[in-house]
């Protein structure tokens, strides 16, 4: 099994609110030089994040309503049309989360579908922010999502005070029945997490780390590494 195709499980990523450009330029060329599925920046680093990954494969990833989710649905589509222009091609989003917390569904709808509709076809990633919703708002929040055209269900931010644990992934994996996928993102830290994950149901990951997984990787055997197999075919369906 190629590394590549093991890389192609990751979105590297640099969204740090203090990122400098020598740090994104050298996330950039670490992502082009692994192929990973894309390099996630703040929409500031968007063009320069192109311009180093040109050519390379790897897609220029981008966030809206980050890292809160608290704006109006008008002002995520906007930053998102932005970004498109600047040379994003994908979006992570953060839900609005006292939308959920209030029962105001079609507040929460609009807010994503104007995202989905604004990324013309880009794959766009939802975030819940998972530690600060209840195993019913999770389930609630992903049945909701799913209805909206979205590519993925996504744990976490990285920045808040959780990231992803087996427990909801598992819980994201059931909810969505299928209609979409799920990214793990914060708290993965070592290549048998990386399975355990798969294993549970995520398919796309966020990291900083991306690097040692793919070393890790490297240095399992051949039988080792056909424990990945399904998840990687899975993951490029």
């Known amino acids: ?44 680093y968007i063009r320069l994040a192109a311009e180093v990954l040109r050519g390379s494969g790897v897609l220029v990833g981008s966030v809206a309503g980050f890292p809160h989710g608290n704006e ?3 002002m995520k589509a906007f930053q998102v049309k932005t970004a498109l222009e600047l040379g994003a091609q994908e979006i992570d989003m953060v839900m609005n989360i006292p939308a959920l917390k209030n029962g105001e569904r079609d507040v929460f709808l609009e807010d994503i579908r104007g995202v989905v509709q604004a990324a013309q076809g880009c794959k766009v990633k939802v975030i819940l922010e998972n530690c600060l919703l209840t195993e019913e708002e ?34 994201m994996f059931v909810a969505v029945e299928g209609k979409c996928q799920v990214k ?23 990291s900083t780390r991306t ?19 399904e998840f990687i075919s899975a993951s490029d369906a």
């Open 138 to 171: 999770k389930r609630r929040a992903c049945q909701w999502i799913s209805e909206t055209g979205a590519h993925f269900v996504k744990t976490s931010t990285a920045y808040a005070q959780g990231g992803a644990t087996l427990e909801d992934v598992r819980l």
């Open 211 to 229: 690097e040692q997984f793919v070393q890790a990787f490297q240095g399992l055997s051949e039988a080792e590494r056909r424990a990945f197999e």
């Open 184 to 206: 793990a993102a914060g708290g993965v830290r070592t290549i048998g997490q990386v399975l355990q994950f798969l294993e549970a149901g995520a398919r796309r990951f966020g």
């Open 1 to 44: 099994m190629k590394v590549q195709s093991f890389a192609q499980l990751f979105d590297h990523s640099i969204v740090k609110p203090d990122a400098t450009r020598e740090e994104v330029i050298q996330a950039a060329e670490t992502a082009a030089r692994l192929v990973t599925a894309s390099l996630t920046v703040q929409p500031h």
């Open 72 to 74: 109006t649905p008008a």
